[in-house]
T-cell receptor
Framework: DAGVIQSPRHEVTEMGQEVTLRCKPI?????LFWYRQTMMRGLELLIY????????DSGMPEDRFSAKMPNASFSTLKIQPSEPRDSAVYFC????????????FGSGTRLTVV | AQSVTQPDIHITVSEGASLELRCNYS??????LFWYVQSPGQGLQLLLK??????LVQGIKGFEAEFKRSQSSFNLRKPSVHWSDAAEYFC????????????FGQGTTLQVKP
């Protein structure tokens, strides 16, 4: 298995532009998580899905952020409009059904908003 | 509420010396516990995990961790550190709600002196 695949690896965009981050989880994993990592706040859980359904989006910082999972093999995290404070590394992780397995993380997308 | 504390933000050890990274958690029941490692520019890789049973768990790369319920701790150890171990290390608690959701500590950066 190729693991969790994220694209792009790096994204530089201007303030106000729309940004879309993509994730392909491991086949057969029922749970998908989006995290944001910054120096100040560490790893923050933004949203997670179970069987393509958003379960908890309480970590999404504001309405500018949205996430979708149209099918079991693809998820997107969108920021519109982007702001400099959104600059961070965004990780996607997937997990087999249930608890206790531990995530498999993707390599992350480093987002810079200028 | 569940939480994870890694008291040491930054640790420096000499190559060949022993290592212990501290992790304390707050959780209302016996948790699932994890240690992850993140090399610069990379995603997080699972080092080891504790579910139940033997409180001393072995992981990859020669790491081990010991669960001490009385101290609410899950410290990571390695008897002899290699330069390639320089990275950031994250402790995490797995929430027992069948989602597999993890709560991460702030991380400890390990620097290895030659």
């Amino acid at each position: 298995d190729a693991g969790v695949i994220q694209s792009p690896r790096h994204e530089v965009t201007e303030m106000g532009q729309e940004v879309t981050l993509r994730c392909k989880p491991i086949s057969g994993h029922d749970y998908l998580f989006w995290y944001r990592q910054t120096m100040m706040r560490g790893l923050e859980l933004l949203i997670y899905f179970n069987n393509n359904v958003p379960i908890d989006d309480s970590g999404m910082p504001e309405d500018r952020f949205s996430a979708k999972m149209p099918n079991a093999s693809f998820s997107t995290l969108k920021i519109q409009p982007s702001e400099p404070r959104d600059s961070a590394v965004y990780f996607c992780a997937s997990n087999p059904t249930g608890e206790g397995y531990g995530y498999t993380f993707g390599s992350g997308t480093r987002l810079t908003v200028v | 509420a569940q939480s994870v504390t890694q008291p040491d933000i930054h640790i420096t050890v000499s190559e060949g010396a022993s290592l212990e990274l501290r992790c304390n958690y707050s959780y209302g029941a016996t948790p699932y516990l994890f240690w992850y490692v993140q090399s610069p520019g990379q995603g997080l890789q699972l080092l080891l995990k504790y579910f139940s049973g033997d409180t001393l768990v072995q992981g990859i790369k020669g790491f081990e961790a010991e669960f001490k319920r009385s101290q609410s701790s899950f410290n990571l150890r390695k008897p002899s550190v290699h330069w390639s171990d320089a990275a950031e290390y994250f402790c995490a608690v797995g929430v027992r709600d069948n989602t597999g959701k993890l709560i991460f500590g702030q991380g400890t950066t390990l620097q290895v002196k030659p």
